[in-house]
């Protein structure tokens, strides 16, 4: 499970933040630039606009407000980055505050000294002379205004970081209902296959005809098979009792269905069966070696059940085809097991898949256990 | 004159209970019974019988793959028999086949035993066939088709590209592949030549005609409700009404 990476926990992280901004900063910059472009326009035929009466070259308003566009736009990648340093929410919160009132100063200083620089330079392209006027007061003209500017930057930044930690979180909180629903099914129907039932109700069908007595005790281990499957108790270690009473009326089960094709025995340490024990972990192995052993319409499987001091032994062997490929190619029941084990008992449990000589599979597996 | 019976099915007492079942009607006796794909195949080819009822799960083997090794053996008709089984039954009811869902009772078993009788007085059941080829080439993992065929002609053996296939005809020991307007004589049965067709692309329009659909360009209703069937290359074959069922739904529209 740590090993797998969570594509949602990575979309939060500020740092792959950060890089998705500089990457769609990177695919989408012509965008970016016309936009900041189409911006000075604007404002500067606002600005001609509302100077109408006095007596200006038409393209100096142009100048100004492209000048100090294109310079806002340059330096707000920056203002990002500094907000993702030192974060609007982030606590002490005069800490962000001292460090937003300077960042914005100095914000100002770049952007006024970035936009006369262009000025000045246009103006002497066009034979004119720039004239910036009194500097302190000019200054904090231009101070007032990039102080509001610079905190809707900040602002924006901020919401749309906020934005997408909600739909990531989001996300996560459907992926996570879909898995946990996924789960509680696969659990469901891995109690009781359907094949394994109709099956089941077929050959109570007929045995009836030949012995009711039988067809009774049939169907009353039935029952409890179904009652084990419909049982709403979401424990994880159970008394291993309870996992030998599935064990026996699945292999009275199985016993009937394939009635002298198919031996089933079950060999287990007396006074063991208090032991807690994962639940239906046995389960998927045994119907796995029913799937592999009886690939020719007959076999034999023996399940073993062994104490070793503090460790319980299951041995599941058959006379089936062996292992074909890869063990846990076998199926998805043997797959569970292994990542069960693996989250029940880390590195506490040994899960061993063999052959039999001269055919058939073993499949082993120990846990601790405690009284 | 009764109708033999081949029972397959892993376990043993649903094969009882079939046996049980057919013992009580007088037109009917089981031949053999057989519980893995093997002794299946073994069984058919020994007895040859009327009826075959085919268990869908045989362990880790599946009943149709008795049906890919019943190719040249003359075909039974199958009634196929399953516990749970999803994607076979959507098939069985898309070709309208005969199945039993486990567990059945008598007055089940009776009715598909009914319909059994019907289909067994008619004299052809070569679309019951086509059914079955076409339901297998809709279940999931069956082998593809062929693009190639092996023809051995007097003087030379060679391959044959499936896509010139126009249209395949049975004439007495041999089946007539018609490709590219050239006929090809080989020694097969039609049943048999065509399991290497994809089933969507080639249609049994008759007991002795397989033709590929997009090579029919016209359908002329004639006398008694039956069809003639108009192919590209001007030729027409005779449709019976049977055979208009099995027509896929694009094709009967522009009846």
């Known amino acids: 499970m740590a090993t797998t990476t969570d594509p949602v926990a990575t979309a939060l992280s500020p740092a792959s933040d950060h890089a998705s901004a500089w990457r769609w900063l990177r695919a989408s910059w012509p965008l970016y630039v016309l936009l900041t472009l189409l911006?000075?326009?604007?404002?500067?035929?606002?600005?001609?606009?509302?100077?109408?009466?006095?007596?200006?070259?038409?393209?100096?308003?142009?100048?100004?407000?492209?000048?100090?566009?294109?310079?806002?736009?340059?330096?707000?990648?920056?203002?990002?980055?500094f907000e993702r340093r030192i974060r609007v929410d982030s606590r002490p919160r005069t800490r962000a505050l001292l460090a937003h009132i300077a960042g914005a100063v100095a914000f100002s200083i770049v952007h006024t000294t970035g936009m006369v620089l262009i000025r000045k330079l246009t103006y002497a392209l066009a034979g004119d002379s720039y004239d910036f006027g009194n500097v302190p007061v000019e200054w904090f003209y231009e101070l007032q205004k990039d102080l509001i500017t610079y905190f809707s930057v900040l602002l924006v930044v901020f919401a749309i970081r906020e934005f997408r930690i909600r739909r990531a979180g989001e996300l996560r909180a459907q992926e996570l209902a879909a898995q946990l629903s996924e789960a509680r099914l696969r659990h469901l129907t891995a109690q009781i296959e359907p094949h394994f039932l109709f099956n089941t109700l077929n050959a109570i069908s007929n045995r009836m005809h030949e012995d009711v007595d039988a067809a009774d005790r049939m169907i009353s281990q039935l029952g409890d098979l179904l009652r084990a499957a419909y049982e709403s108790d979401d424990s994880v270690l159970v008394p291993l009792g309870r996992e030998l009473g599935w064990l026996r009326g699945y292999a009275a089960m199985m016993a009937e269905r394939f009635r002298g094709q198919l031996a089933f025995e079950i060999d287990v340490d007396a006074g063991i069966e208090t032991l807690r024990v994962p639940r239906l972990l046995l389960q998927p192995i045994v119907e796995n070696a029913i799937r592999h052993g009886l690939q020719d319409g007959h076999g034999w499987l023996r399940v073993e059940v062994r104490r070793?001091?503090?460790?319980?032994?299951?041995?599941?062997?058959?006379?089936?085809?062996?292992?074909?490929?890869?063990?846990?190619?076998?199926?998805?029941?043997?797959?569970?097991?292994?990542?069960?084990?693996?989250?029940?008992?880390?590195?506490?449990?040994?899960?061993?898949?063999?052959?039999?000589?001269?055919?058939?599979?073993?499949?082993?597996?120990?846990?601790?256990?405690?009284? | 004159m009764s109708y033999s019976v081949v029972i397959v099915d892993d376990e043993p007492p649903a094969r009882a209970k079939l046996v049980r079942?057919?013992?009580?009607?007088?037109?009917?006796?089981?031949?053999?019974?057989?519980?893995?794909?093997?002794?299946?195949?073994?069984?058919?080819?020994?007895?040859?019988?009327?009826?075959?009822?085919?268990?869908?799960?045989?362990?880790?083997h599946s009943g149709f793959d008795v049906v890919d090794g019943l190719k040249a053996t003359a075909a039974p008709l199958i009634i196929f028999t399953t516990a749970y089984s999803e994607y076979a039954v959507k098939a069985f009811e898309l070709q309208a086949l005969d199945y039993l869902l486990k567990p059945f009772d008598?007055?089940?078993?009776?009715?598909?035993?009914?319909?059994?009788?019907?289909?067994?007085?008619?004299?052809?059941?070569?679309?019951?066939?086509?059914?079955?080829?076409?339901?297998?080439?809709?279940?999931?993992?069956?082998?593809?088709?062929?693009?190639?065929?092996?023809?051995?002609?007097?003087?030379?053996?060679?391959?044959?590209?499936?896509?010139?296939?126009?249209?395949?005809?049975?004439?007495?020991?041999?089946?007539?592949?018609?490709?590219?307007?050239?006929?090809?004589?080989?020694?097969?049965?039609?049943?048999?030549?065509?399991?290497?067709?994809?089933?969507?692309?080639?249609?049994?329009?008759?007991?002795?005609?397989?033709?590929?659909?997009?090579?029919?360009?016209?359908?002329?209703?004639?006398?008694?409700?039956?069809?003639?069937?108009?192919?590209?290359?001007?030729?027409?074959?005779?449709?019976?009404?049977?055979?208009k069922a099995l027509l896929p739904a694009a094709i009967r529209a522009r009846l």
């Open chain 2, 21 to 60: 079942f057919i013992a009580e009607l007088p037109d009917f006796r089981v031949v053999a019974e057989a519980g893995t794909v093997e002794e299946a195949i073994a069984a058919l080819r020994n007895t040859t019988p009327d009826v075959l009822y085919l268990d869908i799960q045989l362990g880790s």
């Open chain 1, 39 to 81: 911006l000075g326009a604007y404002q500067g035929l606002n600005h001609v606009i509302g100077l109408r009466s006095t007596h200006f070259a038409p393209w100096k308003p142009f100048i100004w407000e492209l000048s100090s566009v294109i310079v806002l736009a340059a330096l707000i990648p920056f203002i990002a980055g």
């Open chain 2, 106 to 243: 008598r007055d089940r078993f009776l009715r598909s035993i009914e319909r059994t009788r019907a289909a067994l007085a008619e004299p052809d059941h070569s679309d019951v066939e086509e059914r079955v080829r076409r339901l297998l080439a809709q279940i999931p993992g069956r082998p593809a088709a062929a693009n190639q065929i092996l023809v051995r002609e007097s003087d030379r053996a060679f391959f044959l590209s499936v896509e010139a296939i126009q249209r395949v005809s049975a004439a007495g020991n041999y089946v007539e592949v018609h490709a590219n307007g050239k006929v090809h004589l080989i020694r097969d049965t039609l049943s048999s030549f065509i399991a290497q067709l994809d089933a969507s692309e080639f249609l049994r329009v008759h007991r002795s005609h397989v033709v590929r659909v997009n090579f029919i360009a016209e359908l002329r209703p004639m006398f008694h409700g039956d069809y003639e069937l108009v192919l590209r290359d001007g030729q027409t074959l005779s449709l019976s009404r049977r055979y």
């Open chain 1, 308 to 371: 070793h001091g503090n460790q319980l032994h299951y041995t599941v062997s058959d006379d089936g085809v062996g292992l074909p490929g890869k063990p846990l190619e076998r199926g998805t029941g043997l797959s569970n097991i292994s990542r069960r084990l693996e989250l029940l008992f880390p590195n506490h449990h040994e899960l061993a898949f063999g052959s039999r000589e001269p055919r058939g599979a073993v499949v082993s597996v120990a846990f601790p256990v405690s009284t």
